[in-house]
DNA sequence: TTTCGCCATCAACATAGGTTATAGTAGGGT
DNA sequence: ACCCTACTATAACCTATGTTGATGGCGAAA
């Protein structure tokens, strides 16, 4: 159930190659940190040159689980992965989305235990950096240091958005936003956003996303087809419309904090 | 609409006054940050010596407002706050609460733009750090600059477990929550947490925080009186029983991370 | 003391979304 | 080429919460 090799569009999934042999996928990382804040060349060298290894996960295992101390600062560079929590009823609630090149877990840095479950939704390659080593960088180098501080901020005000989302909009406008920024966001490290590919998540996991019922979120992508604003490929969601999507969704970009720079 | 003169317990709701008089309201913000970060006397002592204003505000007014820039660092010291999101078609979702001692506004040090609304949901006692300030205060003590990071990943943490509450809880199991989180924070920076003084939100906020209408508030409050595990002076709402209220939320501290500290 | 306005209360009805259960279908593994 | 399993689809029915609107009472201000 878990550390096989390979499976990812990459191709890369290897074990404890402590090198920087080929793009080992730290160069997404670097990407996604620069979308929203500027670093020198020199701090940009520093994290790339940064000690580590890779690790191949399978969908569902968990990277992080509720209450560990973890030691350890996992980078997702290729696949999806989710927060998640649950009541003691069994109600599952995922509570952020992590896309590649985005960090999975700053907190530890700062705070001793882990607060919710981290797993993976699809398979991942992760880029594994140990605590300290991170530490002693951000220690260093203050403009990392309020790269991944920017980092942390925009991920909670992504988790206010959602809240908004959960509170106050309907199961249509829940499932266009989602849409909306999941595209947005990928947009921060490729040249497509969500146009290309399926939405990589199943129906199920849809509905632990947008507080839901599988059955509704079915229900749902059915009206949102028949808007035009998304297109099936099979079992899969495809983006049709953006504007349509934003519509719907009453969607702006501004709380993604897109190219951003503080005073 | 805004700064008139007192009306709080402390009853010092004065304008402008640079200087470090009686207890201004430092102090709670201090204890704040030791209830989950240590600080040595001398940073301690640099805390309490920051450059301030107090500002005294009216229910409702707003401190920050979508889109602005901020130049300043609002620290609660009496009084009860919220920040709120609307949607375009008026649905309003507060999406987090501030209660005295909490710093209101740590986020415009790192990030351009305001991406919520600040208002006061009591009258207010506000302490005004000019951001220049505190961050050359961060940018010299590295104990600071951690717990101000810390404070703002419990923030982050308790968004999460909003997001639980909201996408999986029934009504009445999230108004318990609440109210345990409340008394819990409390607790914090006071003796007595929610036992003593009456919710400070009416039943309206009570609707925009839970993401429910003020009518379903109302059923579910009596539904709450019935069980015993809250009581009702006129037209507040005390903590009745907390062990009920525990049992009926599903609740446990730990993303409060209280009395923490980092490896 | 009276007035006035804001809240809380309550009831009757409406609906978005939940539940359960039964097919159907794609696609990987053999 | 086949099977198996996991996902999707759909229908019928159910319930938690929303909506609207009428009533009443507390508390601040005059």
Redo the contacts with the bound molecule.
Sequence with gaps: MSSSVDRTNNGQGNQRMTAKSAPPGLDIFLRKLLSHSPLTDDDQAAIMAMPHSVRHMEPNSYILREGDRSGVCPILCAGFAYRQKSTQEGGRQIVALKIPGDALDFQSMYVRTVDHNLQALTAVDLVIVALPDFEKMVATRPAIARAVIVDILIEASIGREWLLNLGR????S?LSHLLCELHYRLLDTRSEGLDARDVPM???QL?DLL????????????KLESNGAVA?H???IRLGDIESLRRLADFSDTYLHRNNRAG
């Design positions: 909009r309907n199961a249509l829940r199943k129906q199920e509905a507080g839901l019922t599988p059955v509704h979120i079915n229900r749902t992508i059915k099936r099979g079992r899969g």
